[in-house]
Antibody, heavy 119, light 107 residues
């Protein structure tokens, strides 16, 4: 079964940092681009960024709202993707999902992990 | 960034109805469009990709059409499990964007 499981969410103060993990199973992780998408409570989906495979030089891209603050990385030996979030703002409060890009569409999605930025 | 605009934002319908949701891109995106279904407290689920290709396991009452800037998602005969929020997504550009969502409610 293809599965993604996020972890690492929690409560952090504004200006703080947090690192999310996304553990993958059931597919060839090393060959897949991985994306992060977030959703604030009661709001729509916002793409955060992605990391491509080794064959594509692990290229990353980010939404303008997080560029320079967030970093996506991966460890293919552990079948895990990461989202390092620095200089967090209250508006970063959301459920964060990781997802696989099949060709470019997203499937499957993890269950999500909640990040709350508050003092 | 390419802006995706869905209409309507919310829709009330009854079981057995045929409903159509539209999605308009601010510039041409060829057929690089997907549709997702999301139920409360759950992750989104892929329904359709490449504008009209049904994802494996998705019921055939779901269909998608369009290319360029205008796209539609049609549910031919609503079932109780279809009441959810639907999002379109473009993956044509370097940065990916979603529509604001269409909430499908029971009338």
């Amino acid at each position: 079964e293809v599965q993604l499981v996020e972890s690492g969410g929690g409560l952090v103060q504004p200006g703080g940092s947090l690192k999310l993990s996304c553990a993958a199973s059931g597919f060839t992780f090393s060959g897949s681009a991985m994306h992060w998408v977030r959703q604030a409570s009661g709001k729509g989906l916002e793409w955060v960024g992605r990391i491509r495979s080794k064959a594509n030089s692990y290229a990353t891209a980010y939404a303008a709202s997080v560029k320079g603050r967030f970093t996506i990385s991966r460890d293919d030996s552990k079948n895990t993707a990461y989202l390092q979030m620095n200089s967090l703002k209250t508006e970063d409060t959301a459920v964060y999902y990781c997802t696989r890009a099949v060709s470019a569409e997203f499937d499957p999605w993890g269950q999500g992990t909640l990040v709350t930025v508050s003092s | 960034a390419i802006r995706m605009t869905q209409s309507p934002s919310s829709l009330s319908a009854s079981t057995g109805d045929r409903v159509t949701i539209t999605c308009r891109a601010s510039q041409g995106i060829s057929s690089y469009l997907a549709w997702y279904q999301q139920k409360p407290g759950k992750a989104p689920k892929l329904l359709i990709y490449a504008a009209s290709t049904l994802q494996s396991g998705v019921p055939s009452r779901f269909s998608g059409s369009g290319s360029g800037t205008d796209f539609t998602l049609t549910i031919s005969c609503l079932q109780s499990e279809d009441f959810a929020t639907y999002y379109c997504q473009q993956y044509y550009s370097y940065t990916i964007t979603f529509g604001q969502g269409t909430r499908l409610e029971i009338k």
